[in-house]
């Protein structure tokens, strides 16, 4: 089981357009760091599972035939934009899953096209894709959301986008449940607790630290990371170590 970070980044993507913060700066030196839009593909048996579907390039990425699922955490623009083209497809269906979410994304229910559409996913009910265990967790967002729990002998990953904090009986889970490596939502630096802020939709760096400590977790890479973290991150390199990082785009994880 191998899972590869196709993107790390928040829907700005890195560098920011228009930017010139030292964190977007640099991306536009160094191609290393940037970052486009989170997602990512999980591969076992000579089979891929792609986690949402984003990626500017997913048609040449993943040429006909290499796609055998897709699962999709939710249906906002920024994870499934690449679908509005890949469903115009011939000679192929492609299964997607995903939490119940009636609306959708514009009109995908109405016009899906090659994409083969599945009842939705139940939270907490796992199922099995080529002898990996998939287990939906739901997230705190604006939309339906799940992260995902793949789970393969006594190794397992969590990926958790999008979210801010996570729900009590999610932490539970994770307890119970003991993950070796989690990758999850991390968009903002810390943000003004004393003035009463609090992270919106998605996590701030202070909060994903809890919730490492918490949910007792060895091994956290941050995704979904915007300029504004990572100009933060260039600032204050003693916050992160091996077992606290800043995910980057094309990381394999095995």
Not at 148 to 177: H, M, Q
Request: charged share 20%; aromatic share 8%; with cysteine.
């Amino acid at each position: 089981m191998k899972l590869t970070a196709i993107g790390t980044g928040n829907a700005r993507h890195l560098p920011v357009y228009g930017c010139h913060c030292q964190a977007c700066e640099r991306a536009r030196l160094k191609p290393e760091y940037r970052r486009s839009k989170t997602s990512a593909v999980l591969s076992h048996n000579n089979k891929q599972l792609l986690i949402d579907a984003n990626a500017d390039d997913l048609m040449t990425r993943f040429p006909a035939g290499d796609i055998d699922r897709i699962l999709l955490t939710h249906y906002h623009m920024d994870h499934v934009q690449a679908l509005f083209d890949l469903r115009w497809g011939l000679n192929m269906t492609i299964p997607v899953d995903g939490p119940d979410d009636p609306n959708g994304c514009d009109d995908l229910f109405k016009h899906p096209g090659i994409l083969d559409f599945q009842p939705p996913k139940v939270a907490f009910d796992p199922f099995q894709w080529q002898g990996i265990t998939i287990t939906p967790l739901p997230m705190l967002h604006s939309k339906p959301c799940f992260g995902y729990c793949f789970e393969l002998g006594e190794r397992s990953i969590a990926y958790l986008t999008d979210t801010a904090d996570l729900p009590l009986v999610v932490k539970e889970w994770l307890v119970a449940n003991p993950v070796d490596l989690m990758l999850i939502d991390c968009s903002f630096p810390p943000v003004d607790r004393d003035n009463g802020e609090q992270p919106q939709n998605h996590n701030d760096v202070v909060l994903a630290k809890q919730l490492k400590e918490e949910c007792r977790v060895a091994q956290m890479g941050l995704i979904h990371i915007g300029h504004n973290l990572e100009s933060w991150a260039m600032d204050n390199p003693d916050h992160f170590d091996d077992s606290f990082f800043l995910a980057a785009d094309g990381q394999e994880f095995s």
